[in-house]
């Protein structure tokens, strides 16, 4: 059974940084490709960031240069780390195969607000 656990959340000011954490199991995660999806308060869930086996990555414009996706596969984990944080970036967080093949997890909040 696929189980993604998303953390590393939280209320940040604008222009501040956070790392997401997200741990896999029952996948073989090595050989899938991996992304960040956020999806804000009524709005559809939106892909931010991919990462295949091999490390090439691709952002999505609205992070481009203020994200990055890096896997560790011997941990078994994709991180997000976010940089120059806006308001429009708060959203839950959530970690998946791209596309998308396991369930969803509970995503982890990250506000960014004054």
């Known amino acids: 059974q696929v189980q993604l656990v998303e953390s590393g959340g939280d209320l940040v000011q604008p222009g501040g940084s956070l790392t997401l954490s997200c741990s896999a199991s029952g996948i073989n995660f090595g050989s899938n490709i991996l992304a960040w999806y956020r999806q804000a308060p009524g709005k559809e869930r939106e892909r931010v960031a991919f990462?295949?086996?091999?490390?090439?990555?691709t952002y999505s414009p609205a992070v481009e240069g203020r994200f990055t996706i890096a896997r560790d596969n011997a941990k078994v984990r994709v991180l997000l780390q976010m940089e120059s944080l806006r308001a429009e970036d708060t959203a839950t967080y959530y970690c998946n195969t791209f596309p998308p093949d396991a369930s969803w997890g509970q995503g982890t909040q990250v506000t960014v607000s004054t």
């Open positions: 990462i295949g086996p091999s490390g090439h990555t």
